[in-house]
């Protein structure tokens, strides 16, 4: 069993995210680093990839700006959605040459770590036919949308854990007329916030049992990253320092 490596990266602005996902992408490739799961939330921003309609998008770049909600066109697949604080977002750094090049299968994959997650909640996941994503009762819980290059994936889920729904009221989610958005902590129905190192915790444990790795480190900042380069040399060094302090890595 190969081994994976996490990262807890706290919240990340999304460009800066990206960029880091690029740069593993290409360490991945040259078989310089292990298979990868990065972990972060971002502050307020709405994504939308190839096959996103601006109409989707019910308010102007102008209100978005006064309102400080950054708005990014992507390369994965898929319409639009949100990203900010209380949402957890999975980026995969995956050799999908070491998983039969199926990426019908690691949609599905993904799927199911969201599903098993869930049940550590007590809640039960499901999926759409014909729509990736994984819903509870009829709600959209995760979105997921992927970008792969030299069959390395990067982009990946959105699971709403403490996420402020209203600002998906300013969208069609997913390009999905009439579609409702939900979360852990409103599925709850308690007004404290849902403890996101659990929701880690869970997003690791079943990342490992779907993909068939074995989990070899997690190292987590516990800071946020706004300043700087963000690629994985930084990460790298970053890492380097934890590991020396051995005060964050687990």
Not at 36 to 50: A, I, K, N, Q, S
Not at 168 to 197: R, Y
Request: hydrophobic share 40%.
């Amino acid at each position: 069993m190969d081994d994976f490596k996490a990262y807890k990266l706290g919240i990340v602005p999304y460009q800066k995210a990206l960029e880091l996902q690029l740069s593993l992408l290409e360490k991945r490739k040259k078989g310089d680093i292990e298979d990868t799961l990065l972990l972060v939330e971002h502050p307020p921003t709405f994504t939308t990839g190839r096959g996103g309609k601006s109409e989707h998008l019910l308010k102007s770049r102008e209100e978005l700006k006064k309102k400080g909600i950054h708005f990014e066109v992507i390369s994965r697949g898929g319409d639009i959605t949100f990203h900010g604080p209380g949402q957890l977002v999975g980026y995969p750094i995956l050799n999908l040459k070491k998983h039969n090049n199926d990426v019908h299968k690691y949609l599905r994959n993904l799927e199911e770590v969201i599903i098993l997650a869930l049940s550590d909640f007590g809640i039960k996941g499901e999926r759409l036919k014909g729509i990736t994503g994984v819903w509870v009762k009829g709600e959209k819980i995760t979105s997921i949308g992927v970008g792969i290059k030299k069959w390395i994936t990067y982009h990946g889920f959105a699971l709403n854990v403490n996420t402020d729904l209203s600002y998906f009221d300013m969208i069609v989610p997913c390009g999905i007329q009439g579609v409702k958005i939900t979360s852990l902590k409103k599925l709850s129905g308690n007004e404290q916030d849902i403890d996101m190192s659990k929701a880690e915790e869970s997003i690791i444990n079943a990342f490992s049992e779907v993909f068939n790795r074995r989990l070899g480190a997690i190292v987590s900042t516990e800071q946020q990253i706004l300043d700087g380069a963000l690629d994985a040399e930084f990460l790298f060094e970053i890492e380097r320092k934890l590991t020396s302090s051995t005060s964050l890595l687990a």
